[in-house]
């Protein structure tokens, strides 16, 4: 029984790394295009009104997956406490070095805008 959980289990965990995974170089890949599309508009000599929409677009989808990124982490948390419920506490699941537990539960608050007014 304890072989099958297991196999279950790391089933499970091989998805959710790739799931992972595939979030961070999204994350990646749009800071990525928001930084050329930058640099491309100095290049060509363009104002700076032009791309904005673009950025903006780029923006809105970097902002939606770092919410996706959120989610995962909850969900990764999830799946461990699932884990440690069928006899599983003692396996180690993909990296192992692991943030303190301060940093995991604030990760898993809600993000306050870090932005203010000043005159």
């Known amino acids: 029984m304890r072989k099958q959980r297991l196999a279950a289990a790391q089933s499970v ?3 959710l790394f790739a799931f992972e995974k595939a979030i ?27 791309g904005q929409d673009a950025i903006d677009g780029v923006v809105r989808t970097l902002t939606a997956l770092a919410g996706a990124r959120r989610e995962m982490v909850g969900t990764h948390h999830d799946l461990k406490a699932w884990a440690d419920d069928i006899g599983l506490k003692e396996v180690g699941w993909g990296d192992l070095v692991k943030p303190p537990k301060a940093e995991t539960a604030d990760a898993e608050a809600p993000v306050e805008p870090r932005l203010r007014a000043v005159a």
């Open 13 to 15: 965990a091989h998805r």
């Open 24 to 50: 961070d170089d999204a994350f990646a890949l749009g800071s990525d295009l928001s930084s050329r599309i930058v640099m491309a508009r100095q290049e060509a000599g363009l104002s700076a009104v032009f």
